[in-house]
């Protein structure tokens, strides 16, 4: 297990090679099975691919238009040009999973200390089982990447997804036309305080 860890690399070139679908199957099964907090399993996916995969990022382009108009987060202009570079490679990959939480919060919305508290439990239980996704993936000789910026066209997806929750994240799936370099890590002794 240790070696899919040491291996696994976010992937931003894909081959132009359907996934076949038990192995999507066999992926989104494994995130199934990640720790949830009080077992709530607050998770969906939805898996888009062929016609479907394109009427999705159409919304996701609508929605970086539109974000560069009227932003969901001012503070984040920034970060159009890395949502739009992430929306080329969700559009190479044959397959993206769309991961909703199915007990999550508008990201506008003000919340209670309680809702907060159980909002961020469920958003480290869909953590667990997308990095139980991704590392499947890589033990299936699958790449993918864990992608974020869908945060940039949150009303445009959240319509086309047409579920209940609110989109979280989204994981490009494929196989891979490249082989990236391991990008360096902290050390133990910059990431650890012991205190005994």
Known sequence: MLSVIQNRRS??????????R???EEIIQAGILAPSAKNRQPWHFVVAAGEEKKSALTAMKQGLEREKASPVLPGDRD???GAEHTLSIMEQAPAVIF???TQ????????APEERVADLCNVQSIGAAIENMILTAEGLGLGSLWIGH??????????????EGELLAALALGYADEEPYARPR????????WRV
């Open 79 to 81: 970060n159009i040009n």
């Open 150 to 163: 869908t945060y940039m066209a949150y009303d445009e997806l959240n319509q086309w997804l047409n579920t």
């Open 11 to 20: 992937i931003r070139r894909y081959k132009d090679t359907p996934v076949p």
């Open 186 to 193: 902290r050390s133990l002794a910059e990431v650890v305080d």
């Open 99 to 101: 991961v909703v939480n």
């Open 104 to 111: 999550g919060f508008d990201i506008r919305s003000s919340m």
């Open 22 to 24: 038990e192995l999507i």
